[in-house]
């Protein structure tokens, strides 16, 4: 699948809100970064993700994580600063988990 099909398969299920599907969107993120390294909005919304297990945790995420949603955040906001949805997701992760 393209880029552009993963990050809509994600999107049909991050919104979701259970920590099944928030898993699952963060797969799907993950294979569109991986088909396009730079795809602003699919390293936002990955990042974003982190961001929900973080709610649906009880405000726990292993260091490891905490610095894979940063990272993909800051490379969103390198990829494409002018994007909304890569602005609001990426300071979103940002403000929860720096």
Not at 22 to 47: N, P, Q
């Amino acid at each position: 699948m393209a880029a552009y099909d993963w990050l809509l398969k994600g999107l049909s299920l991050m919104h979701k809100l259970t920590e099944q599907d928030t898993r699952a969107a963060l797969e799907c993120f993950e294979h569109a970064i991986e088909a396009d390294k730079k795809y602003a909005r699919a390293h936002a919304f990955a990042s974003w993700c982190y961001r929900r297990r973080v709610q649906q945790g009880g405000l726990t995420l292993s260091d490891r994580d905490r610095n894979r949603a940063v990272t993909l955040a800051r490379q969103a906001l390198q990829l494409d600063r002018s994007d909304p949805y890569v602005l609001v997701y990426s300071a979103t992760t940002i403000e929860w988990l720096e």
